[in-house]
């Protein structure tokens, strides 16, 4: 019997096809205008007996397939503790909202933040600030290794955050030092997310952002811990604790 687990974000969806407690598929698509419809042509290309959905579009999915649902806070703690059973803090930034998750000894959720009132310090944060600082989302780690003035982003609402960068690049400030103060406001938001349920190691991090090159790695030196564990695809990670719930249906 196929299981798939469908994770709908505001960018992106991903999908996990396991067959009892083994994953067989997985993919990461962008959503384009209809994420339902790019949910629905996932379970058209696998045709699975069972589906779970989960993500801000689980509700759409279900009226139109009838599928089960599960929170994002659920699925993310069954895909990162069946990956990686010593998980205790989940760090999942997306699209459009962050969360921290914190697990117990039996890999149960004990407490969780989550931001989802806007997008600030997610990745539709990054992708503007970026595009107005002239670099790829990519690279945002690697050029913020060559700074050259301290400085600080004083907002983190994304439209008027875009505009300060503007303005720092027309006074002339590099653009590593900027991308530097774009990475630590994006930590900060993060953090006191963090520090509300108080860090315990190991920790797992997911989501869209956990992509980039090195912030996995930046993330765990402002933390002050050794290392953050980045899955190989962080963005499959809700959705493999979708299928995980339906395997125990």
């Known amino acids: 019997m196929l299981i798939a687990g469908i994770d709908i974000g505001s960018r992106t969806t991903g999908a996990v096809i396991m067959e009892g407690k083994t994953i067989v598929k997985q993919c990461v698509d962008f959503n384009g205008s209809q994420p339902d419809e790019k949910a629905v042509s996932i379970i058209e290309r696998f045709k699975p007996d069972v589906i779970v959905a989960t993500g801000y579009g689980r509700h759409m999915l279900h009226k139109k397939t009838g599928c089960r649902v599960i929170t994002e806070i659920k699925a993310h703690a069954m895909g990162a503790s069946f990956l990686y059973p010593s998980c205790r803090t989940v760090i999942d930034i997306g699209g459009q909202d962050s969360k921290v ?3 117990g000894e039996e890999s149960k959720v004990t407490d969780f933040v989550m931001n989802d009132k806007c997008a600030a310090g997610t990745g539709k944060f990054l992708e503007v600030i970026t595009q107005a600082l002239g670099i790829h989302i990519k690279n945002i780690v690697l050029i913020s290794k060559d ?3 301290n400085i600080s982003i004083n907002n983190m609402c994304t439209v008027f955050a875009e505009s300060e960068v503007i303005s720092l690049l027309s006074l002339g400030v590099d653009k590593a030092s900027i991308a530097l103060a774009i990475l630590n406001a994006i930590f900060q938001k ?3 997310m963090i520090h509300r349920l108080g860090l315990k190691e190991d920790v797992v991090f997911s989501g869209g952002v956990a992509k980039i090159p090195g912030m996995g790695k930046y993330f765990a030196e402002k933390l002050g811990i050794k290392h953050i564990i980045v899955p ?5 990670i809700g959705a493999l604790g979708a299928a995980l ?3 125990c249906l």
């Open 101 to 103: 998750i914190r697990l």
């Open 147 to 149: 700074v050259k003035q």
């Open 190 to 192: 993060t953090a006191s």
């Open 232 to 236: 190989e695809e962080p963005g499959i």
């Open 245 to 247: 719930y339906g395997s």
